[in-house]
């Protein structure tokens, strides 16, 4: 019986380990859980970027207004929010996101809780500082 746990808990663990962030993912409100967007991760060349691909709540319409540069008035749907992120280890990380109702931009990491949680990370300085989601994978 010992064995057989043993063996439960190394398979789970290969099991979340080859799993990778690409897909597309449910992003959650912190305070009503409601529904936010849909987000599309994917991979060019071990580099990790991500997309808003639908939205829930407010106009579909929407432009980014406060974001900067090539990014400002820029229609949320399609707006890359997560930029060169890398893996490292079971980490995915050294990259940044962006806040679209903020226009803000903070560094970021990336984490899988389990093949269908991802631990979405962004601060400023040190880690220490700032706010986590938690993102489902779409089924």
Not at 16 to 21: E, T
Not at 68 to 82: A, Y
Not at 113 to 121: D, E, F, H, M, T
Not at 129 to 135: D, E, P
Request: hydrophobic share 35%; net charge negative.
């Amino acid at each position: 019986m010992k064995h057989l746990f043993l063996f439960f808990l190394i398979s789970m663990s290969i099991t979340v380990s080859a799993q990778n962030i690409v897909g597309q993912w449910e992003t959650y409100d912190d305070k009503t859980n409601e529904k936010k967007a849909l987000i599309e991760i994917s991979e060019t060349n071990d580099v990790y970027s991500a997309k808003i691909i639908d939205k829930f709540v407010g106009d579909k319409d929407s432009v980014c207004e406060k974001c900067e540069g090539e990014k400002k008035n820029h229609p949320m749907i399609g707006l890359v929010i997560i930029e060169d992120i890398k893996k490292d280890g079971d980490e995915y990380s050294d990259g940044t996101i962006l806040d679209p109702e903020s226009g803000d931009v903070y560094s970021c990491y990336l984490k899988l809780v389990n093949a269908n949680k991802l631990k979405v990370r962004g601060f400023l300085g040190v880690s220490l500082f700032g706010r986590t989601q938690y993102w489902i994978r779409k089924q």
